[in-house]
């Protein structure tokens, strides 16, 4: 039982380059979330899915496009990356009435 | 969405009992406290979680007051390894798929 897998865990692009970061989890989960971290902030909300082809806003989404093909994988895409965009990336994955589970982050950098 | 509000930072020794409170003086009936900590550079981790009962578990426990506006959330024998950013947050007990917001948590310091 892995959790939620995030892959990759490194990554720099150059500024305009797109790159898709993955985010897989193996316990049936409903809910699936993007968050990105700031240094020395909070996590704050990209996007989300409720369920399998559904994905909503969250708090921070331009720039940001995400889908949710199957269950157990929530893509999220950057189309066209800029230096405002260099964050660590955490996916979360739940269900009603129990704890969220988070993978290990995403480390991006844009240059 | 009720509100939480906690101290920006606490220090606890090495052994001893870290209590760590949250304000939550808006939560509805219907909303669980829940408790997440994240250690440095890692993925927020689960804690705990309650609704009005008292809550234990092989973590922490979680005491929530008669009112359910504060609770407090105690590791009862910090170690170093409890040195992390702890998060209280409110969420609806029928969620539908309610998204964290995680605020600005209370950074935690296990001294030696």
């Known amino acids: 039982n892995a959790g939620v897998t995030q892959t990759p865990k490194f990554r720099v692009l150059k500024t305009g380059q797109s790159m898709t970061l993955l985010c897989a989890q193996d316990?049936?989960?409903?809910?699936m979330y993007w968050y990105r971290q700031d240094p020395g902030m909070g996590l704050r909300l990209i996007h989300y899915?409720?369920?399998?082809?559904?994905?909503a806003k969250g708090e921070v989404p331009d720039g940001y496009n995400v889908s949710r093909l199957k269950k157990q994988n929530f893509l999220l895409g950057l189309e066209s990356a800029a230096p405002s965009q260099t964050s660590v990336y955490f996916c979360a994955s739940g269900r009603n009435n129990y704890g969220y589970t988070f993978g290990s982050g995403t480390r991006l950098t844009v240059v | 969405d009720a509100k939480t509000t906690q101290p920006p930072s606490m220090d606890c020794a090495e052994g001893r009992a870290a209590n760590l409170p949250c304000n939550h003086s808006?939560?509805?009936?219907?909303?669980?406290v829940y408790w997440y900590r994240q250690i440095h550079s890692q993925g927020p981790q689960y804690i705990i979680h309650g609704l009005k009962n008292n809550e234990t578990n092989e973590m922490a426990s979680l005491i929530i007051t008669e009112d359910r506006k504060s609770s407090t959330l105690i590791l009862p024998h910090a170690t170093l390894r409890d040195t992390a950013v702890y998060y209280c947050?409110?969420?609806?007990?029928?969620?539908?798929?309610?998204?964290?917001?995680f605020g600005k948590g209370t950074s935690l310091l296990v001294t030696p």
């Open positions: 316990m049936n989960h409903e809910y």
């Open positions: 947050i409110v969420r609806p007990v029928s969620n539908s798929g309610y998204a964290l917001n």
């Open positions: 808006t939560i509805s009936g219907n909303e669980y």
């Open positions: 899915s409720v369920g399998e082809g559904t994905t």
